[in-house]
């Protein structure tokens, strides 16, 4: 089972097989925004990814389109569009900074 952990929080937080970041942390509880309800354009639930950015499926269409209107640097995520399929390290930015 993949672990998440989320550095700025001293979280550590198992995900299923096929979650994405969003979805592992709203089902432990964390308290990460998702304004947009986890569709791509909000960038409340925005992480930067410390480690294992292997580990994350590939930036999508949506989230590039995102990515590139907010200017967000590579190691940007947006944790409602990376499933996780393996171990990550991560900090949670959330809104209103990037
Ligand atoms: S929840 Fe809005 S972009 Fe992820």
């Not at 925004?33 to 992480?47: P, S």
């Amino acid at each position: 089972m993949p672990l998440i952990y989320i550095r700025n929080y001293d979280r550590e937080i198992p995900c299923q097989k096929g979650q994405t970041l969003l979805e592992a942390a709203l089902d432990e509880g964390f308290p990460m925004y998702h304004t947009c309800g986890g569709n791509a354009r909000c960038t409340t639930c925005m992480v930067r990814v410390i480690a294992g950015m292997h580990n994350l499926s590939p930036v999508d269409e949506e989230e590039a389109y995102m990515k590139r209107a907010r200017r967000l640097s590579d190691d940007k995520r947006l944790s409602c569009q990376a499933v996780v399929l393996g171990d990550v390290e991560v900090d949670y930015i959330g809104p209103g900074s990037g």
